[in-house]
């Protein structure tokens, strides 16, 4: 049997074979060259204690073991002329729901409001440049979803290990690095990503499903009770034995088209506030204990959690050594994120601060109903927008004037490519957020001595880490409550939270769709 041990080591010896090979050897005690092969199956990062080490998990073959590896294995068919499926969206939930759909022998029709990643990276140019914003093809809408310019973030607090284990390998084959496989932290890059998407897609095609861009979805087509196709912009009407729909956070037309056909739709939680960004060389000093990072260190992350009265305040969506990113989807609001490259080597890290918002923080709100959550969220990107400069120009302020309530006469250096405009902001964020960030980083400044310091800059604002509507679904068809055949997934459904969480939720669902059919 292959041995399953864990061994300790310094940065510099853990990338070096002959040093890792050392210390599985010492720590099995047996010779070097009885070891036929190793591989790695975890990787984490120790910075406790005032030293930086790293902690492998190897699993270890001796002898005459048989040398295997533990890895899904995917059958996709040719499905030309199989059973169409619908699938809404070219996010990860509606591109992994597709993939699965394959394998099941099912025809998948991709129909995404954006544009291919390519011609996507123009417009997203032509945003950053000359602040020209197309409400179908930005950083939120297109090809691969709002992932696809990101971090590229592979968390998820999934239970479904082993679903969990076939998205990565699933990246893994389309052209990721297969380090996100034991990583404890895995992530791909931006600059990865839409190369991975693209064969993702070809993928989908070469074994006969369709891919439909430009194409934004205006109705559902209805029979008998049933969900049966959609209807497009431009008229067109598809068909299929069932809809999934994997449209995203940010698709509010989508919400109103449901409500619009007395489709049920669910209030939910969510959350909203602003992006801080540090230099990454202080985050660097706070997390290595003032050890220089050497070539051998990833740029430093943290995760900050604080309760201020009976609300969450916690750090989202961190990017070392990263670049902050207009995401807005109208040219009335101005919405921020953060994304990192795979070799996280910016000057700067950022990260969303927000602020939990509950159904009882909207009583001002209620008269949208359903939709009172997105009315907030959408009031606090106009004020972005207003309190904001030309185009997509970001209010922002030094972090310490922030939490001590003074106008920023000046700006630090910012990756934002558009531009800040300093803006009071302790001033015009609504009071429920506001102090409550206040309080929040006056904390996370207690835990990470130097977090808090006027080096440091916010932006306006972080409002789409998640979507305060949930499309309800029965919990063992999946399902829409109230409509066969309409099956919701990933983030705009509410029931993800980023690429993988997404991604399983949309197999998940793939597999609840064949059952349906069959």
Sequence with gaps: MPHDISIVLRPDEAVNDLAVLGAIAQKLDMPTDAIVHYYITRKSIDARKGKVLINLGVKVFTGDEEVTEDRPVFNYRDVRSATPIIVVGAGPAGLFAALRLIELGLKPIVIERGKLVSDRKRDIAMLNREHQLNPDSNYAFGEGGAGTFSDGKLYTRSKKRGDFKRILQALVDHGANPAILYEAHPHIGTNRLPGIITRIRETILQYGGEVLFNSRVTELILDSGQAVGVKLADGQRLHG??????????????????????????????????????????????????????????????????????????????????????????????????????????????????????????????????????????????????????????????????????????????????????????????????????????????????????????????????????????????????????????????????????????????????????
């Design 241 to 518: 034995k069932a809809v999934i729909l994997a449209t995203g956070h940010s698709a509010r037309d989508i919400y109103h088209m449901l409500h619009n056909q007395s489709i049920a739709l669910e209030a939910k939680p969510f959350a909203m506030g602003v992006r801080v960004e540090h230099p990454q060389a202080l985050i660097d000093a706070i997390q290595y204990h003032g050890i220089p990072r050497s070539e051998y260190l990833p740029a430093a992350a943290y995760s900050l959690v604080h309760q201020v009265e009976g609300r969450g305040v916690y750090s989202f969506c961190m990017c070392p050594g990263g670049f902050i990113v207009p995401a807005a989807t109208g040219t009335d609001e101005v919405v921020v994120n953060g994304m990192s490259p795979s070799n996280r080597n910016s000057r700067w890290a950022n990260s969303g601060i927000v602020v939990e918002i509950r159904l009882d923080d909207l009583a001002d709100f209620a008269q949208h109903g359903i939709f009172a959550g997105l009315e907030f969220q959408a009031e606090l990107e106009r004020l972005a927008k207003q309190h904001g400069g030309y185009g997509v120009q970001a209010p922002a302020q030094r972090l310490v004037d922030f939490v001590e309530g003074r106008f920023s006469s000046n700006l630090p250096t910012c990756s934002y490519h558009p531009g800040l405009n300093s803006s009071e902001m302790h001033l015009w964020l609504p009071e429920r957020i506001g102090f409550r960030l206040r309080e929040g980083f006056k904390a996370f400044g207690k835990k990470m001595k130097g977090f808090l310091t006027n080096d440091a800059v916010i932006l306006g604002v972080e409002s789409r880490t998640s979507s305060p509507i949930r499309i309800p679904r029965d919990p063992e068809t999946l399902q829409h409550s109230h409509l066969s055949g309409l099956f919701p997934s990933g983030e705009g459904a509410g029931y993800a939270g980023g690429i993988v969480s997404s991604a399983l939720d949309g197999s998940i669902v793939a597999d609840a769709v064949a059952r349906y059919v069959s």
